[in-house]
């Protein structure tokens, strides 16, 4: 492992003198992918300084043991003893560490949700879901921005596609696809019974023009205007964006912007998140046929979550994790939820380097 670490941060100290270079300086492409791995192996690199100076520690511990000095003797022991428990703890981070990531992990996120079955209540469970990671962005300091939204009948959305912009977004928020399942009174029961409702949960990284190089010549623009509840006109100007990929036949639309502009540059970037994400659910495919994973694969069709109201449980089924503090979670507190989950992924990542 010590051999791996120092590899690791042999090549962190490379990619610094790297990104002091002219040359790299010059070439904004490689300056920018240098960046990246730089801040992806820092918190290696500090991890070998300080499990390197442990194992020194432990080291002159020993050696102080075998001197004569009955005073230092038992220092030393003292010393070796609080060492060797910080060396255990730290060898346990570092194997995490040292886990193959997905590379897509620190980029921005795109989160679309719909509502299923349940008609109405369906669509106010996405618009409840949608301000539930609206807060849990608000939480972490990340950026939303709405792309493309549909408003259902009686509140709520049938259909919303947002960006989610911050540090390891997409690797945070790739647990929630899949299948949310809402089990409460609707407000239109007259009878007081409990339905059972459904909306999925899709989550993608957000690929940049060095992902997806698109050709302009592929492409049909669609300028039109925006549409609100109902379908009424929310502006008078031609400001709303669809665009087509010819090859692939995805197609994705920007409204949420007032400048035509601003609501193409979003529908760029939808589209060539669209295109990217079907080869990246190849590599999810082949992670979960390899591992046998219920965690994260991207599957849109896996039921992944109950939201019992009457009870105030949610129960994560992947994990078979119950929680009663349903009002808590819908107010954006996800971290026990999402921390759960990626210490189950680690350990079934940890299990396959063994097996």
């Known amino acids: 492992m010590i051999d791996k670490l120092k590899e690791l941060y042999n090549k962190f100290k490379e990619i610094e003198l790297k990104l002091q270079s002219s040359e790299v300086l010059n070439d904004m492409q490689q300056y920018i992918k240098l960046s990246k791995d730089y801040k992806d192996l820092e918190p290696i690199a500090k991890a070998y300084i300080e499990y390197d100076s442990i194992l020194k520690g432990i080291d002159e511990a020993k050696d102080l043991i075998n001197s004569n000095d009955i005073e230092l003797k038992t220092i030393a022991k003292e010393e070796l003893s609080d060492l060797e428990e910080k060396k255990s703890k730290i060898e346990e981070e570092i194997k995490i560490m040292l886990l193959p990531n997905d590379p897509q992990d620190t980029k921005n996120a795109i989160v679309e949700i719909r509502g299923g079955t349940g008609g109405d209540e369906a669509s106010i469970f996405a618009g409840d879901l949608f301000r539930m990671y609206s807060r849990y962005a608000e939480q972490k300091g990340w950026k939303l921005e709405i792309v493309n939204y549909t408003e259902g009948t009686l509140g709520g959305f049938k259909e919303i596609i947002f960006n989610v ?142 939201y019992n109201y009457p009870q105030n449980r949610v129960t994560d089924h992947r994990i078979g994790l119950t929680l009663y503090n349903l009002t808590e979670i819908m107010e954006g507190n996800l971290d026990e939820i999402i921390d759960a989950l990626r210490i189950a992924e680690n350990a079934e990542k940890l299990k396959a380097e063994t097996e």
Do not use: W
Request: aromatic share 8%; net charge positive; charged share 25%.
């Open 165 to 306: 912009i911050g540090s390891n977004a997409y690797g945070t928020l790739k647990f929630e696809s899949g299948v949310h399942r809402v089990q409460r009174i609707p407000l239109t029961e007259s009878q007081g019974r409990v339905h059972t409702s459904a909306a999925s949960v899709v989550v993608f990284p957000e690929a940049d023009e060095f992902d997806v190089k698109i050709d302009e010549k592929d492409i049909k623009k669609e300028i039109f205007c925006a549409s609100g509840h109902g379908g009424q006109s929310v502006n008078t100007t031609y400001s709303a964006v669809r665009l087509t990929h010819i090859p692939s036949g995805i197609s994705v639309s920007c409204q949420d912007e007032r400048s035509q502009t601003q609501n193409l540059e979003k529908a760029y970037i939808l589209l060539r998140s669209r295109i990217f994400q079907l080869e990246y659910q190849k590599y999810l495919d082949n992670i979960s046929h390899q591992r046998k994973t219920m965690v994260s694969t991207g599957d849109r069709s896996a039921k992944i979550r109950t």
